[in-house]
């Protein structure tokens, strides 16, 4: 009998117990149900890119209107491609050049943007969709956008030859490279990429020495100069890069640089000090050159540009809360503000129309139709940039993009242009 | 002179001495002096030691694995290819004229570190000299001492980039030379220039030749340096018959920092020479921008093994372990 008594006794606690435990569960539930409270609070995205892609002003209005928390990461353009292969945990947004895709997109580490999701998708512009400029083709060679821009499935790892409904990156800047020059230290016209090489510069020229951009201004110089004839200069093959790295060791014997560059800031000040008066430069590189006050041009040439785009890409590991932010704060980005904002330091953007609207006429004249500026024209953050009166550099943005010989790219002979890159520097 | 001869004669026969002392230490060692355990002294050491195999030779041997793998523009994949290496060694071996790459690279380094030994010597040895012989008071020679150490207070990034503005083309020499009308154009070989790496650099290491010297010296007796001049020996031969043997481990040690410090570097070749002359590192970094890890790390072990191979026959010459 006790024992019974006992096994009640146990049976109750037990059962005690177990109205307790279900109590507690009751409790944790009820502690876990004001998440949708807890979801309020903002989302943070991690957005990847190099420094020159990241305004301030842009991560302070994406806050303000859509409530998204941009927390930018600042690494250089060989860094943003080597984090996504190497840390894709680390960013929920980046924003990276086209060029990169072929090394990017194999390592399986992004994924593609779902078109339908993009209010604007079909309003991008067409030098990236298609190659073309008001209905004519541009230069292709190198890694071209249209070439790139789509994939046959979300998490595609090839790129789909012809449009679907998935982009690899939706485009946030892009521009046509060209050199800088310093018209006050230089008596000549410059009218060909063939002056970088022009001995009549010596010890005056820089180049870049980021080996696969650089080496594609070098291309332009030599066949300028009639040199040589590339079947593509962003994807040359070993004689053609033998021939290039031979030229470029001897210009450089010759004492033809001053320098070399890998970053934007080194070129501003290269070109501010005087050390260099002729080198290839970006576009806000130049611009930061003349608010200093020295003057610096942006010659357009007889060849054309090397043109580049850069993009937003998702990488394959974000979680759902993050992915719809993302595409957010993507569609908030094409329309308008952003874009604008970004047109005033001479960048082009993705959908010329919204930022046509967010712009005023005047300064819609200036940068996109190649007017003269009818006002002062102002950065972003109210330096003055140009007196009225002013020209864009190029002309209109038809006459420029219109111009694109060629498109930053990664070679198929990357690892051995790499190897000989690395010969012209020791030589 | 015969002074110095007995000197040196009874440092000699004090070496034997020296080496005679381990052997009565390990007979007197036999007889238990303490309670501690045996295996107290190898925990004390152990937070040393894990911090070194954790953050030393793990890293090491990792670099070492990869540099045998194989790679592709997005991926590396485990494997055991010595094309790292060959690739290192590419035209090294083929007969050619011209130096491959590799061998023109560590050239220009060796050249480096040859010019900017010999003037951080001379100048650190200098420094400390001063410092320790011809300041009389200790609280003096504290203080000067510490003035040296006053340019580390920043980083040495800023040092270097502070020359910049100092020899550029419109910078300040040649606007003061031109000003003098001394010279008519401006000097270009002053920046983007093996000299102005050459300067930098012994600029910014030269502490590390004095730091260790003035060590050695201020141990110096100097009863020792009375002897010799109450002997009559002449400066020039106190200093090459006293200080310098007795500081030689503190120049070994001073040399091993610089040389090794010289030859990895890349920052200061670099900015001074316009990246326009190759260091290993350089390298390495364009290789580990574009991912090729494999072959940056099979260069990395290669540098190190020709760092080791430098500070062995450095070695070689002092036996600092004796000497200290």
């Known amino acids: 009998m006790p024992k019974t008594t006992q096994s009640s006794l146990s049976r109750r606690t037990l059962l005690q117990g177990g109205a307790a435990a279900a109590g507690l569960a009751a409790t944790a539930k009820l502690s876990a149900f004001p998440t949708p409270a807890l979801a309020q609070e903002p989302v943070t995205l991690r957005y990847l890119s190099t420094a020159v892609n990241q305004s301030p002003g842009i991560a302070q209005k994406a806050g303000e209107d859509l409530g998204i928390n941009i927390e930018y990461i600042a690494v250089t353009t060989d860094d943003v491609a080597k984090r996504v292969i190497t840390q894709p945990n680390s960013f929920d947004l980046v924003d990276t050049e086209y060029f990169a895709l072929p090394k990017l997109l194999p390592s399986g580490n992004i994924m593609g943007l779902d078109a339908s999701k993009i209010e604007l998708s079909d309003k991008i512009v067409s030098v990236i969709r298609d190659g073309t400029v008001a209905g004519k083709p541009v230069g292709l060679d190198g890694t071209a956008p249209s070439e790139v821009l789509y994939l046959p499935s979300e998490q595609a790892t090839e790129f789909a030859g012809e449009e679907t409904g998935f982009l690899t990156l939706i485009p946030t800047t892009y521009n046509a490279d060209t050199l800088g020059i310093r018209p006050d230290l230089i008596d000549a016209d410059i009218s060909s990429w063939a002056s970088l090489l022009d001995p009549q510069f010596a010890g005056k020229a820089a180049i870049l020495n980021i080996p696969s951009i650089g080496i594609m201004d070098a291309a332009m110089a030599l066949e300028a100069r009639g040199d040589m004839t590339y079947g593509d200069k962003g994807n040359m093959t070993r004689e053609e890069i033998d021939a290039t790295i031979a030229a470029l060791i001897e210009a450089k014997r010759a004492g033809q640089f001053r320098a070399f560059w890998t970053d934007f800031n080194e070129s501003v000040n290269l070109m501010a000090s005087g050390e260099v008066v002729i080198q290839s430069m970006w576009s806000p590189a130049v611009t930061a050159v003349r608010t200093q006050g020295i003057e610096c041009k942006y010659q357009p040439l007889k060849e054309g540009y090397r043109a580049w785009a850069s993009g937003f890409g998702l990488p394959v590991a974000i979680d759902d809360r993050e992915k719809d932010a993302a595409y957010e704060f993507i569609n908030w980005f094409l329309s308008g503000w952003a874009g604008a904002h970004l047109a005033k330091q001479g960048y082009y953007t993705a959908v010329l129309d919204t930022t046509k609207e967010a712009m005023e006429p005047y300064e819609w004249a200036y940068w996109f139709e190649g007017q003269p500026a009818e006002q002062d024209i102002m950065s972003p953050d109210g330096k003055l940039l140009e007196k009225a009166g002013a020209t864009r550099d190029g002309g209109s943005y038809d006459e420029r993009m219109g111009k694109v010989a060629c498109w930053n790219a990664v070679m198929d002979e990357n690892i051995y242009m790499i190897r000989k890159w690395n010969e012209f520097i020791a030589a | ?324």
């Open chain 2, 1 to 324: 002179m015969t002074v110095t001869n007995d000197i040196t004669a009874s440092e000699a026969s004090g070496s034997p001495e020296v080496s005679a002392l381990p052997a009565k230490g390990q007979g007197v060692r036999k007889v238990p002096t303490s309670w501690t355990p045996w295996w107290v002294g190898y925990l004390q050491a152990a937070p040393m030691a894990l911090v070194f195999l954790l953050f030393f030779i793990l890293p090491l041997a990792a670099t070492f694995v990869v540099s045998f793998w194989n790679y592709t523009e997005y991926s590396i994949e485990p494997a055991f290819v010595t094309t790292n290496y060959s690739d290192v060694f590419y035209g090294c071996f083929s007969g050619g004229s011209a130096l491959c790459t590799t061998f023109a690279t560590y050239l220009s380094t060796l050249k480096f570190v040859a010019i900017v030994w010999l003037l951080t010597l001379q100048i650190g040895f200098t420094v400390a000299y001063f410092l320790c012989f011809h300041v009389k008071t200790l609280p003096m020679q504290i203080a000067l001492f510490m003035v040296c150490t006053i340019p580390f207070w920043t980083s040495n990034v800023i040092r270097m980039i502070s020359w910049i503005p100092l020899l550029g083309r419109y910078g300040l020499v040649n606007e003061t030379l031109q000003g003098l009308g001394l010279i008519d154009a401006p000097l270009e070989w002053l920046l983007y220039s093996d000299f102005a790496v050459a300067l930098a650099l012994v600029h910014l290491y030269t502490l590390f030749m004095v730091v260790p010297i003035f060590n050695s010296m201020m141990r110096i007796d100097k009863a020792l340096i009375e002897a010799a001049y109450d002997a009559g020996a002449s400066s020039w031969q106190t200093l090459t018959n006293i200080v310098i043997p007795l500081v030689k481990p503190g120049i070994v040690i001073g040399s091993i920092f610089v040389v090794t410090i010289v030859t990895g570097d890349y920052l200061t070749i670099g900015i001074m020479g316009g990246q326009q002359i190759a260091s290993v590192g350089k390298v390495i970094q364009t290789q580990i921008n574009f991912l090729q890890f494999p072959i940056a790390a099979a260069n990395a072990i290669v540098l190190l093994a020709v760092v080791l191979l430098t500070i062995w026959g450095m070695l070689r010459l002092v036996d600092i372990r004796k000497e200290l």
